[in-house]
């Protein structure tokens, strides 16, 4: 079986578009509103010649509990099947109470985490990213999934944690 990565993260933080990097093509579904990926989709993925399978996960209709409820829920399943996690976290918006969820979470799963502050689309926006090492995570990898901008050096560091 391939070592599992699981990209968690909010609705709308850019997990999907990520994931669509990370596989050179356009697969998982992105949209401007969240609740579009199903629950957990996998998919096969290669970077530097190792083998993995990535979970992208989403899948957020807002129910009774909440859409901060939905997150940890989807985020707890998907650690579990996870040997690494890549959590992605939106650095124009910094983080949030959900966000703080999911950490709580990844804390008491104690598996390796990367740290990706998504949406880092140019050098004047770097600071964002700094702004999340208060996650307590360790480094904030500055990404930008839409352009492509720093997912190397993220891989790089998933293949390292998985
Ligand atoms: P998901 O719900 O976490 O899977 O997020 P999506 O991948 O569906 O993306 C949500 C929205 O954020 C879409 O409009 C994306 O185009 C946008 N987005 C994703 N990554 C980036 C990024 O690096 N920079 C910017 N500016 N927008 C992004
Ligand atoms: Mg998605």
């Known amino acids: ?47 530097a010649g190792r083998h993995f399978t990535v979970i992208d996960t989403g899948g957020w209709e807002v129910d009774a509990k909440g859409i901060a409820a939905r997150v940890a829920e989807q985020a707890e399943i998907a650690i579990s099947l996870a040997d690494a996690v890549l959590f992605v976290v939106d650095a124009q918006v910094g983080p949030t109470a959900t966000d703080e969820r999911v950490v709580k979470l990844l804390r008491k799963a104690g598996k390796p985490v990367v740290l ?34 720093g997912t190397g050096d993220l891989l790089d560091a998933a293949m390292k944690a998985l």
């Open 116 to 149: 990706c502050a998504n949406k880092v689309d140019g050098p004047r926006t770097e600071s964002d990213a700094t702004d999340l090492w208060s996650l307590g995570l360790g480094e904030p990898h500055p990404v930008s999934a839409l352009h492509g901008r």
């Open 1 to 47: 079986p391939l070592p599992v990565l699981a990209v968690v993260g909010r609705p709308n933080v850019g997990k999907s578009t990520l994931v669509n990097r990370i596989l050179g093509r356009r697969e998982a579904v992105v949209e401007d509103k969240p609740g579009v990926t199903r629950d957990r989709v996998n998919y096969r993925a290669e970077w």
